[in-house]
């Protein structure tokens, strides 16, 4: 079987790699030698946030908002074996702040950014509110989702110093004094909604990028020093045990990656793995009962050029790897800012380039920096930009959507790799086998006894590639493959020693029965 598209280049690839011509593309060979005695992390989950569109999309007509809701959540497949979406296995939620009760006063331009709050003006709950989010929490939950993570961006806007859901010149909104409240309030918000909406929360990550200062109203946020998060998750933690809740505390969100081992730019604000899980650090939480053993950051500003990208997920994984039993959770991305030329997060891209670039960033995260989740931000976006899996018409009540090619190249990991996959090795030999344009990690699954194995082809010519797994026997290899013009398309069960023909600009999934 070939599986063979051909689309054009981009800016991300080697200049040699270039070069075209009226003569059959050159074809690469390379094997892929996979030791499943090799092993690193193993994977928790796959995911993407509510924000800010499902407050309103969740309140669309049910065609649609189910017709979504599979796009993302369902691992269903058709006779043929189509995936009917891309089977996220955790769902973020966001907990709003109360800016959307506030309207226009609240100082978010945007009216999407703006978030309700279950906190009522009185202090009192009402949780039929966020009834748009709650919706897609169910419909996670219906497809089989059974992870949920909950985030507020701002502590709400009844505790905040100045009234409102982004800060004031740079500074915390939020007082010492009101650390006790706003981790009461996290704790209620998990409670009420298990309560409410039968829906469980395993993990609360109650800061969101704490590096950035959050002043401009672009949406809810404030920052927070070191000393402060450290103080909110000690009360936090206080709060969850009165409850007996079983909730853990994801920190810290980073802004990007570096300031989990540097403090860079941000004095008082990186260093976060010192900080937070070194004992003889005053911001110790690290033996807290409701702590996760897990760092979290963004992979923004940090995803070009490519061997910069490698060299600080390098360096990330030996100091997460200096602390016994840490993990890392890449807990959110898109494509922003220029990303040295690679790829331009201005203006919505459905097509396969900004897929591609995707699948690179997704790859390093995993294979080289050990996340243990890759966690996408707006599942839903109704903007210009390159920040969403789905787009839909900026309508509260109807609209179309439109399924990008990220959607499907985030599939190629999220669909296949399910939690509990173990990372295992592989190394490429042959034809330019250290060339970047072609990248690959293999993922052992005990339960389901399947190895999977991602391949990344940003080149412009095709690449034959033969998988050699030492330690284990396969049979029946399915590809899956995602081109410009093919999304998770399933090919026919191959033989263990046949080789795959990996499409030029093309993300293909390769699952194998181990015996």
Known sequence: MMLLFFAGCSADLPQDDRKTGSSPLPVREVTATIDIAQTFQTIDNFAASDAWACQFVGNWPDEKRNAIADLLFSTDTSASGQPKGIGLSLWRFNIGAGSARQ???????????????????DGSYNWQQQAGQVWFLKAARARGVNKFLAFPNSPPVNFTKNGKAFASNGAPNLAPEKYNAFADYLADVIQGVERTHGISFGYISPVNEPQWDWSDGGQEGTPFMNEDIAGIVRALNTSLERRNLDTKIDIAEAGKIDYLYTSDDKPGRGNQIEAFFSNSSPYYVGDLSHVGKVISAHSYFTSSPFEEAVAKRKQLAEKVAAVPGLAFWQSEYCILGDNAGEMDGNKRDLGIDPAIYLARVIHNDLAVANATAWQWWLAISPYDYKDGLIYVDQNKTD?????????????????????????????????????????????????????????????????????????????????????????????????????????????????????
């Open 103 to 121: 309207g226009a006063q609240s100082g978010i331009k945007d009216e999407w950014r703006r978030a309700e709050s279950f906190l009522e003006e």
């Open 399 to 515: 609209g179309n959507y439109y399924e990008s090619k990220m959607l499907w190249a985030l599939g190629n990991y999220s669909r296949f790799i399910r939690p509990g996959a173990v990372r295992v090795g592989l190394q490429l030999t042959g034809d330019k086998a250290d060339d970047s344009s072609l990248l690959a990690s293999s993922y052992l699954d005990a339960v389901n006894h399947q190895l999977i194995t991602v391949a990344v082809n940003a080149g412009i010519h095709p690449v034959k590639m033969k998988l050699n797994v030492k330690g284990a026997n396969i049979a029946h290899v399915r590809p899956y493959v995602t081109t410009a013009d093919e999304s998770l398309q399933p090919g026919n069960s191959l033989n263990s020693d046949t080789e795959v023909t990996l499409a030029p600009r093309s993300v293909t999934t390769l699952v194998a029965n181990v015996q």
